[in-house]
């Protein structure tokens, strides 16, 4: 059974930098493309932004200005970071990848989200 696992901090200060990680728990795979959404509280689903199979990264209108995704092929892992957390950055944080794999067949897949709160 294919799942992806986001993790890192669940909190964050103002200012700060906070990273969050994404690993596939199964292998023979090629990961296509890594996403990043997020969920505030009370609020719809934001998409963040993508990075594509040759390493190019596209970002969402927000937060684009404090956003960096990043993969590593070797791991099977996509990451995602932001700095200068502000409050209003406090949500649940998807992954989402799109997984080609070895026997055939491509397939996108949903973490199940991990909860980020910024606070002082």
């Known amino acids: 059974q294919v799942q992806l696992q986001e993790s890192g901090p669940g909190l964050g200060k103002p200012a700060q930098t906070l990273s969050l990680t994404c690993t596939v728990s199964v292998g023979s795979i090629t990961t296509k493309r890594w996403s990043w959404s997020r969920q505030p509280p009370g609020k719809g689903l934001e998409w963040m932004g993508v990075i594509a199979y040759d390493g190019y990264a596209y970002y969402g209108p927000s937060p684009k200005r404090h956003t960096s995704i990043s993969r590593d092929d070797a791991k099977n892992t996509g990451y995602l970071q932001m700095n200068d957390l502000k409050p209003g950055d406090t949500a649940v944080y998807y992954c989402?990848?799109?997984?080609?794999?070895?026997?055939?067949?491509?397939?996108?897949?949903w973490g199940q989200g991990t909860q980020v709160t910024v606070s002082s």
């Open positions: 989402a990848a799109r997984l080609g794999f070895y026997r055939g067949g491509e397939y996108s897949y």
